[in-house]
C-alpha cells in the first residue's frame, strides 16, 4: 500500500464555490454568502441561559462557543460583557480545532452575570475573588475566595475540610457503598450488609483558576483486602462562590449470576460528609427539600408550637433561621422548661419512586420514628447548621433517578453527619441479573430463532452488567449562617435545574459545526414547511410526555426511551426481547441533539442530555473485555448480546461535550480512540457470518457503516480536541477515509479488512455489493459531512455521494452503476437526507426531486398519518394519558433527521 500522499485537509473554496453555485439548495441560509472575511467571522457571540434567572446559587457555569474556521487563532483571549458592557470575570480554554489550526470550539467559565453575556476577542477580566490551588503535602487545597476544600490525596477522606473564613462548615467527605452478598426471595430474610468506603487511588488538578478549577479524584471502594466499583469524581469550584459542584461516577465490576442468590447486591451508594454542630440546640436548623421549592423548615430544638409561649418573635425568628435572642429574656415558663423539649437528630427523606416520597425523624438513635410528611417529588436538597453557619446540599435529577435517600443524623451532638444517597439503601438491593434462563438457545441456531419471534439477540454469558457505569450530579454550599427562604429556593432550584448558558443557534450554524448546512432554524414561511416543524414538535412532544406517562424513569433507566408499541396491551414492549428500551437504536440521541441546535430550545436540550448521560454510561461498557463497545437495544440495557461500535458511538456524546465542555463525556470520547481493538475480542457478525472468517489484528473485518462510523467519530474528535492520542486519531481518519475510497465499489462495498497497526483498510481485487438499511443511520451521513468539509479528499467525497445517489435509486439503476443491485432495503424515508445531501453538492436536481419524494412518500410516517394522541384510561391502561399507536422509535428519529436535514438543504425545493 503506497503511502497517504500529504493533502492540504482545508477545502474552504472548494466548499464555498459548491454552496455559491447551488445556493437554491440551502433554504433559508443564504450560500452564497457563506465565505466571510475574518473579521466578520469573529463577530461578538452573544449567549443566553437556557432558562430564566441566570447563575441563581449555582456556583458557576461553562459554556462552549463555536467559531467558524479561520475566525480566531490558538493564541486569541477573550472577554466577556453584560448587557449594560461591564466586563464579566472568565476563563477561556480552547475544546477543539479546525484542522488549519484555528479555533473551533472554546469553553468560558463564567462565577457571576445575569442576562444575556456577550464574548469577544478581548483581554479577560479577573475575578475580585480567584480561585487558587495549592498543592502540600498530603492535600490538594482550592479556595475560591470565599471558601476553601481541602481534598485528600490518599485514603478514604475525599473532602478533609470545607471552611468558610476561619469556620469550618464541613468535613470528612467520603463515598460509602453498602454490598449485600446475598438475596433471599422468599418471605422470610436475613439481611446482611457490609460497609466499603472509597479510596483515593489518584488525584489530578485539571484546572487551577482563575475562575474555575477542577479536581478529578480516582479510585475504588474498599473494605479489607478487596476493592470493587471504580470511582471518578470531579468536583468542580468557581471564583468567587460559597459552593462547590461534584460529578460522580460509579462503574459496576462485581459478579451477580443467574439463577444464584449470592453475589455483589448493592445496597446503597452514597456521599458523605460530617458537618460541625457549635449553636445551642434551638438556633439549629433543619431544611429538607420537598416538591418544587416546598421545605420542612424546622430547629432541632423547636421552640414553637409548646404549650407556654416564648413570644411571637422569638418563635418568628427561630422559623427563619435567626439568632434567638438570650432566652432569659423569654417567657420564664418557656425558659425553666428547656431541657424538657426533646431534640430532633436524625431526619431521613427517601424517594423509593418517582411518585411518592416519605419523610420521618426521631431524636436519636435507639428510638423510634415519627412521620414529619411526605409528597410526589422531592427536590433532593437539603440543609443541616446554625446560626454559626452550616452546610446545604443536593443531588440532581433525585426522584428521576430513585431510589435515592438524604439522611441527617445526629444533628443534637456535637457533629453531624449527612448522606445523600444515589441508590436508597432502604429500596430493595441492586439486582442486575439477566432476566430469564436462556429457553434452551445454546447455539447460534437456536440463538437466531430467538430473535426472529421476541428480536432478542440472546448469547449465554453476554447479559452481563459487568463494566455499566452511572454518573450523577451534586452541589454544596458551605453557608456563613442558616440561609433565608429566598436564598434557600435558590440554592434548590440551582439542584433541580443546574444554570447552564447557550450559544444561539445562529452561531451555531454560522460556524459550520455538526456538519455544515445540516440544519437551520425553525421556518414557517411556507405552509408545507410549517406542517413539517408542527410534526417535529408533535414528535419531540409526544416523547417527552410518554417519559412522564410510562415511568420511564430510575437510576439505571432515566434517560432513554422505548422502541416500539405494542397497540394490543396499549403499551411500550418494556418486557419483549429487544423491542424494549432503545439504547440508541438508528440515533434518537442525534435527532434531539440537531432539534436543539436548531431551535435553541431548553426542554429539547434537558432531554437531549438526559439521555447522552444515559447512553454513554448504562448502555456502554467501560471495563472489561467489551470496553468500548455498547449493547443493542433489549429488555435490560445490557441484555442483548450483540456489543458493538454503534451504541457506544462517540458522535452521540460531541454535542454535549462541545456545547458544555463536560470533562466525563470529554472522558467517554477519548476512552473510545483505542476501540477498533475490540474487533479483535468479538466479531460483531459471528452468528450470521457464512464465509470462514478467524479475528487477526492485520485482518479484521469492519463495516462501512454501523463499525466505520463509531469509529472514526471516536478518531475525529480526538484529533480535532487535540487530546493525548491525537495524531494517531489523525492519522486513522486520513488513511480510513482513503482506502475506504479506494475500495472497487467504495461504500457499497460493504467492509473491509482492516490492520490494527497501519490503521487501513486492505483494498479489495474483487468488486462487491454489500448494502445494509442500518449502515447509514447511526451518524454516517452527519459524519461524512462533516469529513467532506474538513479533508480535502476528493476520492472520498465521490465515494459517499455514489453511496447517497443510490441507496435510494431503482433496483435497475443500482445494477447497472454496480454490476448488482442492493437487494431488499427499507428505511427510505430516514435515507432521502443521504439524497438531499448529495443533491446540495452535487448540484443534481434529480436528486432533490427524489429527496423529497421519499420523504412524503416512501416508508416512514406519511402525511397521512394521524399526527394526533389518542386518549387512554383504566381499564385499558395502567395510567390514563395519551398513546400514538402509529409511533415507533425507529421512524420518530429516521423522521426527525430527515426533515430537520431536507429543509435545511432543500427547504427551498419543497415539492
Known sequence: MSPIPRRSLLKAAA??????????????????????????????????????????????????????????????????????????????????????????????????????????????????????????????????????????????????????????????????????????????????????????????????????????????????????LPFSVRLYFYAGADSFRMVHTITYDGTQEPGKASGDFVRGIGVRFSVPMRDESYDRHIRIGGEGTGLLREAVKGITGLRRDPGIAVQQAQFDGKKLPDPSTWDQRVTSRLQYIPEWGDYTLSQLSADGFALRKRTKKGHGWIAAGGGRRASGFGYVGGVSGGFSFGLRDFWEKH????????????????????????????????????????????????????????????????????TSELLFWANES???????????????????????????????????????????????????EDHLDF?????????????????????????????????????????????????????????????????????????????????????????????????????????????????????????????????????????????????PLRKIRTEPYTPDRNALSVGFGTDWSGLVSAWLTEWERRGPKWEKARARVLSTMETIAAQPNGFVQGSGLYDLDTGKFAVAGTPKVEVSHLSAVFGLNELCAELIDLVDMPEFAEAYYDYCRYYNATKAEQAARYGAHFGSLILFQGHSRLDAYAAVRTG????????????????GYKESAPWKTEKVTGPTALVAGSEATWVSTNDTALYGLAAIENLALLGDRMP
Open 15 to 228: 466548499v464555498a464555490g459548491a454552496a455559491a453555485q447551488f445556493s437554491w439548495a440551502l433554504g433559508s441560509q443564504n450560500a452564497a454568502a457563506a465565505p466571510r472575511d475574518e473579521a466578520a467571522a469573529a463577530d461578538p457571540v452573544t449567549l443566553d441561559w437556557l432558562e430564566e434567572g441566570g447563575l441563581g446559587a449555582a456556583p458557576g457555569s461553562t459554556v462552549g462557543v463555536p467559531w467558524p474556521r479561520g475566525a480566531h487563532q490558538e493564541d486569541q483571549t477573550f472577554a466577556v460583557t453584560d448587557a449594560d458592557g461591564t466586563s464579566v470575570p472568565v476563563q477561556s480554554w480552547p475544546i477543539a480545532y479546525w484542522p488549519d489550526g484555528s479555533l473551533k470550539w472554546t469553553a468560558h467559565a463564567v462565577s457571576s452575570g445575569t442576562g444575556k453575556l456577550t464574548v469577544a476577542a478581548g483581554t479577560p477580566a479577573a475575578p475580585e475573588k480567584k480561585v487558587t490551588v495549592d498543592r502540600r503535602g498530603g492535600t490538594v487545597d482550592v479556595s475560591t475566595g470565599v471558601i476553601t476544600a481541602r481534598i485528600g490525596t490518599s485514603g478514604a477522606t475525599i473532602v478533609k475540610s470545607v471552611t468558610r473564613g476561619s469556620t469550618e462548615i464541613a468535613r470528612n467527605g467520603r463515598l460509602v457503598v453498602l454490598r449485600q452478598p446475598e438475596l433471599e426471595d422468599g418471605d422470610q430474610t436475613t439481611v446482611r450488609t457490609e460497609r466499603f468506603d472509597g479510596t483515593v487511588s489518584e488525584v489530578t488538578v485539571e484546572q487551577d483558576g482563575p475562575v474555575r478549577a477542577v479536581v478529578r479524584i480516582d479510585g475504588k471502594h474498599r473494605r479489607g483486602s478487596r476493592g470493587w
Open 482 to 532: 442558616t440561609p433565608g427562604a429566598d436564598r434557600l429556593a435558590q440554592q434548590v432550584e440551582a439542584v433541580r435545574v443546574l444554570p447552564q448558558l447557550a450559544a444561539p443557534p445562529a452561531q451555531l450554524i454560522r460556524a459550520g459545526v455538526f456538519g455544515k448546512g445540516l440544519y437551520s432554524e425553525p421556518d414557517r414561511s411556507t405552509p408545507a414547511k410549517a406542517k413539517i
Open 844 to 859: 443534481d436536481d434529480k436528486l432533490a426531486e427524489r429527496a423529497w419524494a421519499k420523504f412524503y412518500d416512501s416508508d
Open 403 to 470: 431510589p435515592a435517600q438524604l439522611d441527617i443524623r445526629g444533628a443534637h451532638t456535637d457533629e453531624a453527619e449527612v448522606t445523600l444517597w444515589l441508590w436508597s439503601p432502604e429500596a430493595q438491593p441492586m439486582d442486575l441479573r439477566f432476566y430469564h434462563d436462556g429457553m434452551g438457545q445454546d447455539t447460534f441456531p437456536e440463538q437466531l430463532e430467538g430473535l426472529n419471534i421476541t428480536y432478542e439477540d440472546y448469547e449465554p454469558g453476554f447479559g452481563t452488567p459487568y463494566g455499566i457505569a452511572r
Open 539 to 683: 414528535l419531540f412532544t409526544y416523547y417527552k410526555d410518554q417519559v412522564e406517562q410510562r415511568r420511564w424513569y430510575g437510576f439505571w433507566d432515566y434517560g432513554d426511551i422505548m422502541h416500539t408499541y405494542d397497540t394490543v396491551r396499549h403499551q411500550w414492549r418494556y418486557d419483549v426481547g429487544g423491542y424494549a428500551w432503545d439504547n440508541s437504536e438508528l440515533s434518537p440521541d442525534l435527532w434531539l441533539w440537531y432539534a436543539y441546535l436548531r431551535s435553541g430550545r431548553a426542554d429539547i436540550f434537558r432531554f437531549a442530555e438526559a439521555m447522552t448521560r444515559h447512553t454513554g454510561e448504562v448502555d456502554v461498557y467501560h471495563l472489561g473485555k467489551w470496553a468500548g463497545l455498547g449493547t443493542r437495544h433489549g429488555v435490560q440495557h445490557f441484555a442483548d448480546s450483540a456489543k458493538q461500535q454503534r451504541i457506544a458511538n462517540t458522535t452521540y456524546r460531541r454535542y454535549y461535550y462541545f456545547l458544555t465542555a463536560d470533562e466525563r463525556v470529554g472522558d467517554l470520547m477519548h476512552a473510545n480512540v483505542d476501540s477498533d481493538e475490540t474487533f479483535l475480542a468479538l466479531d
